[in-house]
């Protein structure tokens, strides 16, 4: 194999496909980047076997078709320090591999592109159209939900419910749910499936988020497909069925406080800072008239701190992981933020008058003898 | 003690003092920041035994005097997270502190400053005036070169040479040595001390860096004294007789090369990429007419680069540790730097025409046989 391309496009290239190379494997190919220039094009893959992405670089030349399996840390980090020029890549018989630019060349020892596992080819669909600003924002806003505990899969995945022109991303770990709801510019056949948290945060992390490009979205009865520019990337669903979460839903409340966001979360940050790691102390939330007091304490001292808010209904005291409330918080827009509470023992509700998003955060036990 | 000023210029006295607070310590006193509102000023004060830092915050009023020592990290933490607004703190007999800030409130518990350390009144001799800017420059291009290994305690230290109005300072580890000399606006009485590299690196972190604002130091027998602004620090001085490194400086040459600085570490930033941490595979440089091959070759694969470059005398290959050269190089200002080498076994003299820096590396054997 032979082939020449821009170091910038290559680079660009190797960025998108190490997002599918594993952390750990037993499997040593795993490990690589294939580069198969065998097809009159030259396609960049890595695949850890339940999730795979291939892109192909455009600006470059093939000299003599070949396939090659590089290394991905190695090769990437080769790639990333070499000149802004252009890279040729070439490789005998025996795998070794001589890359060069400028007066710069390396050689290292590649393996054969045989053992590789290739992404699925899948039957295409009818691809969902969304773009790449809002796809990245909905998964931002709900995948810090899910549990990083594999002994349960199925939350380790999130929901992704498509209903005519709405998709719904629902995320949660037993204490917490997070739910966003967007709509999108056309209406689509039914679909309930629930995808791996690492794809849709991976797949985040290599679309360029903006507003105006658009990606597409396939999803078959194992796996879901996204579609950008020259990258694609397959993934495999989660098999089963997701939590009914909907029976947590039951939004009676008592009483509705609406707080600054910002304010709210910076006193829950000086609250947790009396609070070391692992240590399960609550924050305590007491609503009283249109005042909010917070408290912490621990071995390390006491915090207390008031908040003018805006409240209907009864007082309420209530007690909450400051963790969960912070995460769901970071990821609200609007600067004001309503709380539905019904009791000490039921969840609260961090959610606007649409429903375009809901954060449902189980409360804490905790002595109300201070 | 009660005492009140804003969270602004307590924060920037927190963070100054912090840097004389020991990361381990059996004395838990010495992790305490002390705050003094005895003597109608505020002062902080943290203290190592090796180096401490006081410093008065001008900004605040004393409602009601005394003394308390706080934990430096927790303090440091809450006083960070505060609002910008006017902070109280208010401590009763049994060292239970109040900290009020807007409309939060933290309650810990301090210790009697009793058997805090203050740091040692020393009897002030002629200050050394020099600029921040200029401090902090000659000490990040010295210090890297000081050896983070306790054993030789004297490797830790900077040599501080003051002749005339002309200070130099030596660094060393036993495989490289930096000298950096700058000219003062004064002369001053000769001195020569070896300030710990702890201390020098520290009063760097401090001061603000601009070439406007001076500072004062004062070296006596056994300590280094810093003032500027509103803040002291002192630290002991390491005792004994420095190394001879004059002997290393017999400057005889038979090559010279002129090569351009960020190109050359771009290259050698390349060489190192095969070769893994703690793996000691030198980078080779062969030097013939005007081309300069860089080499390196490790058990991941081998890398070549070429660089033209100005040379003249003896053609040459030698072998360095790829680190040394780029530690050396990354904090040379010039754009074109000289290498001066004599043999494969003798030392390589990175350094401009009026040896304002001298940066001395030790090259390592390598087999000629590739």
Redesign the interface.
């Known amino acids: 194999m032979k082939i020449t391309c821009s170091q910038n496009a290559l680079l660009n290239g190797v960025n998108i496909v190490s997002k599918a190379v594993p952390s750990k494997t037993t499997m040593a190919i795993l490990e690589c980047i294939l580069i198969d220039a065998s097809k009159g094009e030259i396609k960049l893959t890595a695949n850890d076997m339940e999730m795979g992405i291939e892109t192909v670089i455009t600006e470059g030349t093939i000299e003599q078709p070949g396939i090659i399996a590089l290394d991905a840390k ?1 090769f990437s ?2 790639i990333r ?3 802004k020029s252009d890279v040729t890549i070439e490789t005998n018989e025996t795998f070794q591999t001589t890359i060069r630019c400028e ?7 590649g393996k054969s592109g045989e053992d590789f596992s290739y992404i699925p080819v899948i039957p295409r669909n009818q691809p969902l159209i969304i773009s790449q600003f809002t796809l990245r924002e909905i998964v931002r806003q709900t995948s810090f939900s899910i549990s990083d505990n594999d002994t349960n899969k199925m939350m380790t995945g999130i929901l992704v419910e498509i209903t005519g022109n709405h998709m719904k991303m629902v995320a949660l770990d037993g204490h917490r749910i997070s739910i966003r709801v967007i709509e999108l510019k056309d209406s689509y056949e039914d679909k309930k499936v629930i995808v791996p948290g690492k794809t849709l945060n991976e797949i985040s992390k290599i679309i360029n988020g903006s507003i105006e490009d658009m990606m597409e979205i396939y999803i078959t009865d194992n796996h879901i497909i996204f579609e950008f520019e020259n990258t694609t990337m397959v993934s495999r669903l989660i098999d089963g069925e997701y939590f009914r979460y909907e029976q947590m839903m039951k939004s009676d409340y008592e009483t509705r406080v609406r707080v600054n966001k910002r304010e709210l979360m ?2 829950i ?2 609250a947790t ?2 609070v070391k790691e692992g240590d399960k102390k609550p924050i305590i939330m007491n609503v009283e008239n249109q005042n909010m007091e917070l408290t912490s304490s621990s071995f ?8 003018t808010v805006e409240k209907e209904g009864k007082d309420i005291m209530i007690g909450f992981n400051p963790k969960f409330f912070m995460d769901a918080l970071r990821v609200v827009d609007d600067e004001e933020v309503n709380l539905y509470m019904l009791n000490p023992k039921a969840p609260c509700f961090i959610k606007n008058e649409q429903e375009t998003y809901i954060y449902i955060i189980l409360p804490v036990n905790f002595s109300s003898v201070k």
Do not use: H, Q, W
């Open positions: 190695l980090d080769l320090n070499l000149p007066n710069a060349e390396y050689k290292i020892v910076e006193s940050a000086r800072l009396l390390i001292g006491s915090m207390k701190e008031d908040r």
